[in-house]
DNA sequence: CGGTATCGTAAGTCATTGCTTACTGTAAGT
DNA sequence: ACTTACAGTAAGCAATGACTTACGATACCG
């Protein structure tokens, strides 16, 4: 469950939208195939994928099995994107101010 | 450069290297390639794919060609990846304040 | 200008991966 | 118990993608 399983799960663009499908709730594997162009065991397989990077748990309820989004993922990837971000900011503010300066000596 | 294309970009381990390499500054393409275990037009052909992701960007540097980082890719990815966040947390809260109250009445 | 250095692109190869169908397992209903 | 519903796994296939070598293009230096 780290950044790198993080980031390569949500690479492909299905599972990015059983990512999205799962905000607003928790769903089954038969209700997301439903609203998706794939079959109901590819799905299965994005769930399993999703699931070790930490994007989201399942609980058993009955038969069937009912999918939810998880912290635990998001909070690893940000964790990993916020040096690249603070970095990349501190770079943009320097020479914003490098060109404030130059300017006011012209 | 949409969060797509960001997120694909940022699976592949190696241009996560790349990325994480350009931290500290600018460098060229042979600077790149000889603190990686590929071949530079490898390299080259990653850069190509990090600049479409706006992950990176490039500047002429006589016959060198320097690349760093870049705001725009990120900011993307951020913007996209905050909803899934601020949702997920709601829910953690939710259910933590859930619990919190039941633990009360007992 | 000829030679060298740096880089991008093309073509081809091999591994990865996302999908399907078929099968197995488990839980609920009659 | 038998049947139906739901979900995970296996096997096979087609497409994507990451890498290499070979080539072409542009900029500097003598």
Known sequence: MT???VLSALADP???QIFG???GGASSVNALAAQ???SRPAVSQHLKILKEAGLVSDQRDGARRLYRLDRAGLAAM???LEPFWE???A???EEWERQ?????NT
């Open 100 to 104: 404030l300066h130059d300017r006011m």
């Open 91 to 93: 770079a943009f503010n």
């Open 78 to 80: 940000r964790a990993w």
């Open 14 to 16: 299905t599972r990015r």
């Open 87 to 89: 970095e990349v900011t």
């Open 3 to 5: 950044y790198d399983t």
């Open 36 to 38: 998706l162009p794939v």
């Open 21 to 23: 499908l799962l905000r």
